[in-house]
């Protein structure tokens, strides 16, 4: 007499669920022929250890590949449906088999089995989402560091490059800054315009505004006041603006790095928040220094000087646009302070509040 397991059936849109009831089932074989699935296997079922097997003929068309897996406690069977839908039963007979029922911890009615598709393509749409967003992230990551590395290094050179002839040379080295380091600087200055570029794309969470006025102001003095007037090169002011100018960078590009990683050295933390109380506002007062002493040379030698009908006048002087700057230029160190002060008082309140 053929032994028969029970089998508890279940389906979707595209798949055919069955769960043989056989304990530490060995010699399994599953096969689809002609719409026919056929089970044979030893192990402990309803009738104790023996051989058990069984056959079903589809109510619809399915597709002869069929996959398994064993467990200890069961057998479990996936069949594929040939066309997608729902099937009103599972076999042809009207009347089911004794050793067959419905598998209630699988079994779903049509609508949630759709409800079911719905959830799974919504989870492989987040799933795909998110490792898009996370390429995008390591990209990011990858371009901003690369950016703050290059002008860390920048940076370091002129700061050692000026402080090492400074020991060497004593005040001689304040009259050559620009011709040994102005080519370094301007490529650092121009590089920087990149940083109100990240801050208007969002790629760093950064005001545009405080960014603008810092790169732009730099810019302004090292090519407009120093790159095109010669007589500015062997001023000393031209090593103060340049040491001020790397001694901050040196400390901000390295804190910017470690960022990119969500990495945190407390020490380069207060330095970051810290060190532009002193040097910000010495830097703004040597730039004005420079513009002041550039602004009888710009009179001499009519540089950019914008002219003017003959009936008016002669020209306009590039002065009167550096006294205007003058004034901006502190409104500007106004703005950047205050910018400066609520991210400092912001960071460091965050970590009183968590360290409470």
């Known amino acids: 007499m053929t032994l028969t397991p029970l089998v508890y059936w279940a ?3 595209e798949e055919i669920y069955l769960r043989v009831e056989l304990t530490d089932a060995q010699n399994i074989a599953v096969c689809v022929q002609e719409n026919i699935l056929r089970f044979r296997a030893q192990g402990h079922g ?9 056959s079903l003929e589809f109510f619809l068309p399915v597709k002869p590949e069929v996959s398994y897996k064993s467990t200890q406690r069961q057998v479990n069977i996936t069949v594929h449906k040939e066309q997608r839908g729902w099937w009103d039963r599972l076999i042809v007979q009207e009347r089911k088999p004794a050793f067959l029922a419905p598998d209630f911890d699988r079994w779903l009615d049509e609508s949630d089995a759709e409800t079911e598709i719905r959830e799974k393509e919504e989870r492989r749409r987040l799933k795909a989402s998110r490792h898009k967003e996370e390429g995008f992230v390591s990209l990011k990551t990858g371009y901003l560091f690369v ?4 002008q860390f290094l920048g940076f370091s050179w002129i700061f050692v490059n000026m402080t090492v002839r400074l020991f060497i040379f004593g005040k001689d080295s304040l009259y050559d800054t620009f011709h040994t380091i102005s080519d370094v600087m ?4 121009l590089l920087a315009a990149v940083e109100v570029l990240n801050a208007a794309f969002g790629f760093v969470k950064t005001g545009v505004f405080p960014t603008l006025i810092q790169v732009s102001g730099r810019n302004f003095i090292i090519f407009v006041v120093f790159g095109s007037l010669e007589e500015m090169h062997r001023q000393p002011v031209v090593f103060f603006v340049f040491y001020l100018w790397s ?4 400390v901000r590009y390295p804190y910017y790095m470690l960022g990119c990683f969500n990495t945190e050295w407390k020490t380069l933390t207060w330095l970051r928040y810290t060190m532009w ?6 830097g703004v007062l040597a730039e004005a220094v420079a513009v002041i002493q550039s602004i009888h040379i710009f009179d001499e030698t009519k540089l950019f000087s914008i002219p003017l009908p003959k009936n008016i006048g002669t020209s306009i002087s590039f002065s009167y646009i550096l ?3 003058l004034v901006l230029m502190f409104l500007g160190l106004f703005i950047n302070v205050r910018h400066l002060y609520k991210q400092r ?3 460091f309140r965050t970590k009183k509040r968590k360290a409470n």
């Open 147 to 150: 950016y703050n590395l290059v």
């Open 323 to 325: 006294h205007i700057y």
């Open 46 to 54: 309803a009738k104790g250890q023996n051989e058990y097997e069984f």
């Open 277 to 282: 109380i002193p040097l910000y506002p010495l």
């Open 186 to 189: 301007f490529f650092c200055q």
């Open 345 to 347: 008082k912001r960071r």
């Open 11 to 13: 389906q979707r849109h």
């Open 247 to 250: 001694a901050i960078e040196i």
